[in-house]
């Protein structure tokens, strides 16, 4: 079945360096790909997605392209803020096999920035 | 109200028992969703409802877990004989519509433990 693979964490960063969060998938065919974050104390919120191979998502600052030829939706930011802190998953969603409806989720990276 | 509220935020029951968990998903969206996120994981799809409807319980694991959605609004998560292993955060999202362009928004889930 469908599957998502993070790198694994936790992840330590100093204030402004380049994250990068790798995410790789497999899927039967052509899903959307999302990355949700969830910040301490607070529900899953969407990220950024994109929908089709070669889009890009981006959101405050952060970006990941569709690879459909690497199955990947790596995640990065330039330049991170303390405020960054959180978990991030990766997620999929496809319409043809899984339903729309249904997220397929990533194990999960906690990410920490230091001052 | 303003997000997708789950009450309790918190349950400690003893193996056997018999537990609901409450989501009120944000007003007028007709797509709800559950989930349940073990230690270190990410989520896992349980079931989906659109209006009342239980549109694809596929990730329910087994009978002892049902849920309910009567009037289109609110849902609860029923779990009967519970086990250890049910332990874990049990997330509720909904979106405006079940298709896949709308956003999901997720609560802050129920952390379960059963001992």
């Known amino acids: 079945g469908d599957s998502v693979t993070q790198m694994e964490g936790p992840v330590t960063l100093s204030e402004e360096a380049f994250l990068t969060i790798n995410c790789t998938y497999t899927?039967?065919?052509?899903?959307?790909l999302f990355w949700y974050v969830q910040y301490p104390g607070e529900g899953l919120q969407l990220l950024l997605k994109a929908t089709k191979a070669d889009d890009k998502g981006s959101n405050k600052g952060f970006e990941a392209t569709y690879r459909k030829e690497t199955t990947s939706f790596h995640l990065e930011k330039g330049s991170v803020q303390v405020s960054d802190s959180a978990v991030y998953f990766c997620?999929?969603?496809?319409?043809?096999?899984?339903?729309?409806?249904?997220?397929?989720f990533g194990q999960g990276t906690r990410l920490t920035i230091n001052p | 109200g303003a997000g997708v509220s789950q009450t309790p935020s918190n349950k400690v029951t003893e193996k056997g028992k018999y537990v609901e968990l409450r989501c009120d998903p944000i007003?007028?969206?007709?797509?709800l969703y559950w989930y349940r996120q073990s230690l270190g994981q990410g989520p896992e799809f349980l079931i989906y409802?659109?209006?009342?409807?239980?549109?694809?319980d596929s990730g329910l694991p087994n009978d002892r877990f049902f849920a309910v959605r009567p009037e289109g609004s609110v849902s609860t998560l029923k779990i009967q004989r519970t086990e250890r292993g049910d332990s874990a955060v049990y997330l509720c999202a909904s979106s405006l519509t079940g298709r896949l362009n709308t956003e999901a928004f997720f609560g802050q889930g129920t952390r379960l433990t059963v001992v």
């Open positions: 409802f659109q209006g009342t409807g239980a549109a694809d």
């Open positions: 007003s007028g969206h007709t797509a």
């Open positions: 997620a999929l969603s496809d319409p043809i096999i899984q339903g729309a409806q249904k997220l397929v």
């Open positions: 899927a039967t065919g052509y899903p959307s």
